[in-house]
């Protein structure tokens, strides 16, 4: 059996008197991509953004339950929320590099820590564009801004950004869906790459997509986690008749 | 031709014409005020201090009055304002709370400034005895110009986008970090424009420093913050209102009116081309 290093336990997420998660228990495994998928509305994205406590942010936002990462309870009180969010990176839907230069947007996570030498973030940062495959393309203007570069490009810039924090974990919020076909085959092929590094849950629209990159699927529907397993047998044979539909393009 | 046709026809010509006599109001306005003034300014006019009961000699003493008055007010509201327009961004709860105090900001905005000046004579002049000087002149517009940065301030802020404020606290940056890395550097050119633009409003304001700072006539320049001083928009109400020789005065004053309308131009000029500059080069 795969390690698991991170599981919801009852998970229950309301947005004011909206019940937008019910009982939610899903685990995480390591060195793996889940992919979480299911019509507009079903709750996914409010799920990823529990996992580095973005809901947080929401006012009139309230959680149950617990996350459990690596053994630790991520939303215990003595728990501080930045720390957190070093340990699980996110990138979002929209490319949204800081209007800074290549080298800053990376190096910003590390620069607000205030514990790294400049020597050191210099060589993360290399090491992470390189690990995005973005270094040869942008090694010559690192000073740049980060507007400079093309969609796709930002986008990695944005998933190199996270990485260098060394996430346990990466979210990624629909990373592809303002992206054309030609970059979006890149990140797709970044992530399976980047698999062994990190532990990576990535939320999608596009079916295909979760079928051509993840090992685990997640399907949610109005709030529940409907179906979860290999991606091999969700795609073959679903053991719900939700997941089926969905699956075969009845609703979405 | 059709009623539609004949409606988008009135419409246009309405709006041209209306623009047109604003267009024309406006030149007319600065070719009163610079056809009167320019030929009186002059190098001396600019260096040397007024002779002679005001008919004669220059503007220099109101020149430094201004200069000072103006940076010392800004120097006093700018880092008040910020500091209170981030507040109210980031820190200030309920909301009903922070929205009363946003509308009594901008109701401040439109107080006559004659009510500003009253208030620098009852507060800073007489209570604190600040006495009539710079300090109670500079604090007085510092006043005037706080809920106009405030304003600015707190407008820029809102207008960085939520996207970079999520990815950084996505990065683990904590708010105050968001706000001195993120908002504070994206905002900053809006902030000071609008900055400059309260600039040239405190440069020629008139009615607050008149209890609180100047004085009609002196050959001397300020030497300390306790100093009364001449200043532009003063001198000008002195030059019209005071004196027995008005032939000698009134070009006099068209000439002080002619400067500070150049400054002020100036100084807008410059915070339009910050603007222009920020704009091309924004990219989000």
């Known amino acids: 059996m795969v390690k698991s290093h991170i599981s919801t336990k009852d998970l229950n997420l309301w947005f004011g008197d909206n019940h937008v998660l019910h009982d939610i228990n899903l685990e995480l495994y390591e060195n793996k991509i889940t992919a979480m998928i299911g019509p507009s509305g079903c709750g996914k994205s409010s799920l990823l953004r529990c996992f580095n406590r973005m809901n947080d942010l929401i006012p009139k936002s309230k959680i149950k339950g617990s996350i459990l990462l690596d053994d630790i309870d991520i939303y215990h009180p003595h728990i501080s929320v930045t720390q957190i969010r070093t340990k699980v990176g996110m990138v979002f839907q929209k490319p949204n590099p800081f209007p800074k230069s290549i080298f800053n947007n990376v190096a910003y996570g590390l620069k607000i820590q205030g514990k790294y030498k400049k020597s050191e973030i210099r060589d993360i940062v290399e090491k992470t564009l390189k690990d995005v495959w973005l270094w040869d393309e942008v090694k010559d203007r690192l000073n740049s801004s980060a507007f400079s570069l093309s969609g796709g490009q930002q986008q990695r810039l944005c998933i190199a950004r996270a990485l260098a924090n060394s996430p346990r974990i990466l979210l990624l919020d629909e990373p592809t869906s303002a992206l054309d076909p030609q970059s979006t085959a890149k990140i797709e092929e970044l992530c399976l790459d980047l698999k062994d590094k990190v532990t990576i849950l990535i939320v999608t629209h596009n079916i295909a997509q979760a079928g051509r990159i993840s090992d685990y699927t997640a399907f949610m529907y109005l709030g529940d986690l409907v179906e979860f397993g290999e991606s091999s047998k969700v795609f073959t044979v679903p053991k719900d008749k939700r997941t089926e539909a969905y699956l075969t393009g009845v609703f979405g | ?284």
């Open chain 2, 1 to 284: 031709m059709n009623i539609h046709r004949f409606g988008d026809y009135a419409g246009k010509t309405l709006v041209t014409s209306m623009f047109i006599i604003t267009i024309v109001a406006l030149a007319f306005f600065l070719y009163a005020i610079l056809s009167r003034g320019v030929g009186v300014i002059s190098w001396q006019f600019l260096t040397e201090a007024p002779l002679n009961g005001m008919t004669e000699g220059g503007i220099f003493p109101a020149l430094v009055g201004t200069f000072w008055l103006t940076i010392l007010s800004i120097v006093i509201a700018l880092p008040l304002g910020i500091f209170c327009a981030i507040y109210l961004y980031a820190y200030g709860k309920p909301m009903w709370f922070v929205n009363v105090v946003k509308l009594a900001i901008n109701t401040l905005v439109g107080i006559p400034s004659i009510i500003y000046g009253l208030f620098g004579m009852a507060v800073f002049v007489n209570m604190l005895s600040f006495e009539v000087s710079l300090l109670s002149g500079a604090l007085t517009l510092a006043i005037l110009a706080l809920p106009l940065i405030i304003i600015a301030s707190e407008e820029a802020m809102q207008s960085v986008p939520k996207d970079f404020c999520d990815a950084s606290y996505a990065l683990g940056a904590s708010q105050g970090k968001t706000i001195t890395r993120i908002v504070l550097p994206t905002a900053m050119p809006n902030i000071l424009t609008g900055a400059i633009i309260s600039i040239g409003r405190v440069a020629g304001e008139t009615a607050p420093i008149m209890f609180t700072a100047a004085t009609f006539y002196s050959r001397r320049l300020p030497q300390s913050l306790s100093d009364e001083v001449m200043a532009l928009p003063y001198h000008i109400f002195a030059l019209m209102t005071e004196g027995s020789n008005s032939a000698k005065q009134i070009p006099i004053a068209y000439g002080t009116a002619s400067v500070l309308l150049l400054m002020v131009l100036g100084v807008s000029s410059i915070a339009i081309i910050i603007r222009y500059n920020l704009r091309r080069k924004k990219q989000w």
